[in-house]
C-alpha cells in the first residue's frame, strides 16, 4: 500500500508539473503574440501605415492569384499593416492563417507576407529560392528558366508562360539586386506582387520584403514600362 502511494503522488506530481508547464508555455505565447503586435504597431505608425490586428477573411479572395494565398481552409489574415508605399505604390503587410487536414491530422499553419501595387502593368511571374525538390526535378528533365548568372539560377527558381517577361524583369542588375538581399518567394499578379516565406516575419523582415518588391519594380527598364503602359509612364 505504501510502494501504491508512493506511485499516485508520483503520478499527480507529474500531471501537476504537466499543468504547469502548460500554463506558462500559454502565458509565454499570449506575451510573445501582444509584444510583438506591440512592435508591429510602433514599425506601422513609424512609416505612416495603419495598422489592425483584426482579423480579415476576404484578402485571399482580394488576391486570388497569388498561390500561398489559397491554400487549405479556414483561411485569414491578422495583424494587418497597410497604407502609401514611396514612390507611389500601396503596401500591405499581414500575418495568414490557414488549416490543412482534419480530425487528429488537423494542422494550423501561420506565414507572413508583404504586397506592392504596381501602377506598371504586370505578367504573372515566380521567383523563390531554389531548394533540393528543384534541383531533383531538373535532374528528371522539369526545368525552370535559367539565366546567364549561374550563380542566380543556382540561387533561384524562377517560373513563367512568357520566357521573354522574365528575362526583361530579371536583368542583369535585377539579379544583383535580389542576389544581395534577404531570400523571399515573390510573385506577380496584374496589378501588384508579393514578398512571403513559410515563417512569421519580424518588423526587419517586413521592411525588408517592402524594399525588395519596391527595388524590383524600380528596377524595370523604362522600354519595358513603355511597353506595358502604351507609352504613357
Known sequence: ?????????????????MITVAL??????????AKRR??????????????SPAKQFSLGDRFGSFHCLQTGQD??????????WPPERQAICFDYLYVTGSGKNRT???????VMTSKVPLKPLLIRPE????????FLGFEDIDFESAEFSRAFYVKSSDRRWAYD?????????LLARPRFAIQFDTGCAIAFRSTVFSTRDF????????????????????QQTGGQT
Open 169 to 177: 524583369v530579371l536583368h542583369p542588375r535585377a539579379m544583383e539586386f
Open 1 to 17: 500500500m505504501h510502494m501504491i502511494g508512493e506511485v499516485n503522488n508520483h503520478v499527480a506530481l507529474m500531471f501537476l508539473l
Open 108 to 114: 494550423t499553419h501561420t506565414f507572413s507576407a508583404a
Open 38 to 51: 506591440g512592435e508591429l504597431l510602433a514599425w506601422a505608425q513609424s512609416k505612416g501605415l495603419s495598422f
Open 131 to 138: 531548394n533540393l525538390f528543384d534541383k531533383f526535378a531538373e
Open 24 to 33: 506558462a508555455a500559454g502565458i509565454y505565447t499570449r506575451y510573445a503574440a
Open 207 to 226: 521592411q525588408s520584403a517592402c524594399d525588395t518588391l519596391s527595388g524590383l519594380l524600380d528596377g524595370l527598364p523604362e522600354y519595358l514600362v513603355r
Open 75 to 84: 483561411r485569414y489574415a491578422y495583424n494587418i499593416i497597410q497604407g502609401p
